[in-house]
């Protein structure tokens, strides 16, 4: 697994390796070694082509996320919603698919979000903290 910078701290792509033979193949979505953080809690959605499913994120206990493309393919968005970060405002995209073998790791402070680019695409989102409803918020 290799972990790759974005021009955005603390937003980081994984490229996982995938072993491929006659039954399949086989690829690690996470190690702690590579990207040191703690996930209690995952999410998976499905969507149907050119579902838009955000711009969210938490207004209070902010997660960071780790988002990682199953089955399908979507353009990801990140936006760094930190006040005191020099980015702040910037966005960070990038397609993310199962054939690319590529995560992005969005950091607390981000307002997160996807667009489906094939049918039956799904994702998995792992948490670093539970979701919290009273401080769900989006930007439309």
Do not use: W
């Amino acid at each position: 697994m290799k972990l790759i910078k974005t021009k955005i701290p603390d937003l980081l792509i994984l490229k996982s390796k995938v072993f491929k033979d006659k039954r399949g193949f086989l690829k690690e979505t996470f190690r702690k070694d590579v990207l040191n953080k703690n996930f209690p809690f995952d999410v998976m959605s499905f969507s149907k082509k050119n579902v838009l499913r955000g711009l969210h994120f938490q207004s209070s206990y902010s997660q960071a996320k780790l988002i990682t493309v199953t089955h399908g393919k979507i353009f990801d968005v990140a936006v760094d919603l930190r006040k005191n970060s020099k980015t702040f405002g910037k966005y960070f995209s990038i397609i993310l698919s199962e054939k690319n073998s590529k995560s992005l790791f969005v950091p607390a402070g981000f307002a997160h979000g996807f667009c489906t680019l094939e049918n039956q695409t799904y994702v998995i989102y792992s948490c670093t903290k539970y979701r919290n409803a009273k401080s769900e918020m989006a930007i439309h």
